[in-house]
């Protein structure tokens, strides 16, 4: 059975105070705004529309919570670099999202979601910078991975690798894609082992 088969939409937080007291582990999904990341969810939950998607990016603006069933949650995180959003949302997002990612000890690992076209923006290596205090481990999808040839897939694939093997100890890559349903396996995979260890 699919690690993510039982999830479903468990709570919405605006606020650290908030936060679910639950005994289990988290892992958190977050990436720029539009590079797929609500898409990426429901892709791995085999759920519609589990995760809310939208044409407008910058929607998710609370910390979303998924239970898995089984003490353990995904929690999808609002997206960044969106920049039509009023300054003091802004500041706001910012703030929650930094004490969550800085100091949820239940956090067991961050999946970063990135456009496969446009890999590795300012936003994203920031992201990654400023989570690697943390010592927890990132797992990168690169998703949209449909959208280009195998070859520049793979290119891309190898330049990602290559930065995180020259900047970061604990981080993983992989290509992924919603649409058509690659790289589920080799997700779920590392998520379920972040949530057992």
């Given at each position: ?11 919405t937080v605006n606020h650290i105070k908030d936060l679910p007291q639950h005994g289990g582990k988290e892992v958190a999904f977050v990436g720029r705004s539009n590079a797929g990341k609500s898409s990426a969810i429901n892709t791995l939950a085999n759920h519609v529309r589990l995760a809310y998607t939208s044409k407008t990016p910058g ?139």
């Amino acid at each position: 059975m699919s690690l993510f088969s039982q999830a479903a939409f468990f709570t919405t937080v605006n606020h650290i105070k908030d936060l679910p007291q639950h005994g289990g582990k988290e892992v958190a999904f977050v990436g720029r705004s539009n590079a797929g990341k609500s898409s990426a969810i429901n892709t791995l939950a085999n759920h519609v529309r589990l995760a809310y998607t939208s044409k407008t990016p910058g929607r998710t603006q609370h910390l979303n919570y998924f239970t898995l069933g089984n003490g353990n949650f995904i929690v999808d995180l609002p997206g960044y670099g969106y920049a039509k959003v009023p300054p003091e949302s802004k500041r706001h997002w910012e703030s929650l999202l930094g004490e969550y990612l800085q100091t949820r000890e239940e956090l067991a690992g961050l999946v970063v979601i990135m456009d496969a076209r446009h890999p590795l923006t300012p936003l994203d290596e920031n992201m990654l910078d400023w989570f690697a205090p943390t010592g927890k481990p990132v797992h990168i999808l690169l998703t949209k991975s449909d959208k280009l040839s195998r070859q520049q897939a793979t290119l891309t694939l190898n330049r990602v690798k290559l930065y995180l093997a020259e900047h970061f100890s604990q981080r993983s890559v992989q290509l992924f894609s919603s649409l058509k349903k690659i790289g589920m396996e080799e997700a779920e995979a590392v998520i379920a082992g972040w949530l057992k260890s």
